[in-house]
């Protein structure tokens, strides 16, 4: 990896909205950042960038939303998400970088295509209140997701909109919930090797981009419309998406 002006023009950028993504828009969106991150370095590395910047998210978002979550719908959603951050270590250690390229790219392009399928009509929600099992089997879902590609906010975000929470109990439960997650990731990304004294260096230098984004967040969750900045969303990681698959497939 080399951290050159380039990899810092398009780092800083990703790492700024991952922190606005996390800090006041239920994490469903901070992963575009390792999406953006992959397309300039190793897969691996792009994860293991990324991790601790999201713990100092994750940290810097636990203040403003403090007991302000939904306890059991964090605690059902992380008895599926242990074992799904499990199985998403066994893979790694077999799987080689084409193939988290197309994991992360297909992640990518599927979450665009779920918004807008729903969007338009072609799928429908059911209205009803997903049962307490259904947390369990969507967090394995979200704690592989978010081991292989930083991406479990989707899947969450699919059980928790059904639960009937508010804005701001939406936003605390998922700030609690991948808090907790990621620093149980931490421990087998350590032992996985992906961390080095390069990504360290790049969490210096990027660690005030994710906490100026965590602050706009906060700020921007009672003021700025999230129908126009999922739209940014939906076009970056649809453009990124269809890169990383491109990429892996060739």
Known sequence: MTLDFWFFCVAGPAVLFAGIS???????????????????????????????????????????????????????LLIGGLPGIAVGAALYQVASPDLFRLLIGGVSVGFVLWHLALASGLIRLARTRLPDWAGVLIGSVAGFTTFVSHAGGPPAAVFLLS??????????????????????????????????????LANLVLAPFAILGTWIGVRAHHLVPERLFFALTYVLLFVTGTKLIWDGLT
């Open 22 to 76: 996390k800090g006041g828009f239920g994490s469903g969106a901070a992963f575009a950042a390792a999406s953006i991150l992959a397309l300039v370095i190793e897969p691996g590395l792009a994860l293991g960038v990324m991790l601790p910047l999201l713990m100092l998210i994750d940290a810097s978002a636990l203040r403003p939303y403090w007991r302000k979550w939904s306890g059991i719908d964090v605690k059902l």
């Open 163 to 200: 639960r009937g929470l508010t804005k701001t109990q939406y936003q605390a439960t998922t700030v609690l919930l991948f808090w907790v997650l990621n620093i149980v990731k931490f421990f087998p990304y350590a032992a996985l090797g992906m961390f080095s004294a390069q990504t360290f």
